[in-house]
């Protein structure tokens, strides 16, 4: 299974809201990945997590909140975002040692209003 | 930091054309991963390429890693070809992170 999933497909939320995006792998990967995306950009690297550790933090705003319960399970908590930080919000995993060869994930298409 | 320049960044061909995408970085890499990325925002692996060539179908790549470039060969185009096509190189023991070209937009026409 070379899958990677992620839920939701899309989200729509308020500046004042608390929502969370999941991220989900079954490869037995070990090091897993945030990227954000906007529209005619390549995706830009906010998280890495290796071995359940977080590894990696690009100075993303503390208003993005990552989280890894167990190998196979990456969260990304959101909270008081702004209107700038409506993207497409990708998950990747990959073997350890990162970097090495990424799988991603269909990605969830976030608009804040 | 290292850079990864990628040409052209727009193409638009016709349907059962060939098309060359290049890849040049400016430091040397331990790996190179090409990817499309579909109209959906899917990024799907093409081809994990640290050097040497490999074909998948109509698709093939080469990387020669002494010359700092890499190669992805479309070969008699489809419409489903369209999509951003991205480039995307590593460093080991360097940082952990993967460094993304601006990507090629390939437009085929039916």
């Known amino acids: 299974d070379t899958e990677v999933t992620q839920t939701p497909k899309h989200l729509v939320m308020g500046m004042t809201n608390k929502k969370s995006l999941k991220c989900e792998q079954h490869?037995?990967?070990?090091?897993m990945y945030w990227y954000k995306q906007k529209a005619k950009k390549p995706p830009e690297l906010m998280f890495v997590?290796?071995?359940?550790?977080?590894?990696i933090n690009e100075s993303v705003p503390s208003r993005f909140s990552p989280e890894c319960p167990n190998s196979s399970l990456l969260n990304l908590h959101l909270h008081a975002l702004q209107p700038e930080d409506s993207a497409l919000y990708l998950c990747?995993?990959?073997?350890?040692?990162?970097?090495?060869?990424?799988?991603f994930g269909p990605g969830t298409r976030l608009t804040v209003l | 930091g290292i850079q990864v320049e990628q040409s052209p960044p727009d193409l638009i061909l016709q349907e059962g054309a060939n098309s060359t995408l290049r890849c040049n970085f400016s430091d040397s890499v331990n790996n190179l991963q090409w990817f499309h990325q579909n109209p959906w925002g899917q990024l799907i692996n093409l081809f994990y390429i640290p050097s040497g060539t490999k074909q998948n179908g109509r698709l093939s790549a080469t990387t020669v890693a002494t010359e700092r470039y890499s190669l992805l060969y479309i070969s008699s185009s489809q419409t489903t070809d369209s999509g951003v096509y991205f480039c995307?190189?590593?460093?080991?023991?360097?940082?952990?992170?993967?460094?993304f070209g601006k990507g090629t937009r390939l437009h085929i026409l039916p």
């Open positions: 997590y290796s071995y359940e550790k977080l590894s």
């Open positions: 490869m037995g990967h070990r090091a």
């Open positions: 995307a190189v590593y460093r080991m023991n360097r940082d952990d992170k993967i460094i």
């Open positions: 990747a995993s990959s073997q350890v040692p990162p970097p090495n060869e990424q799988f």
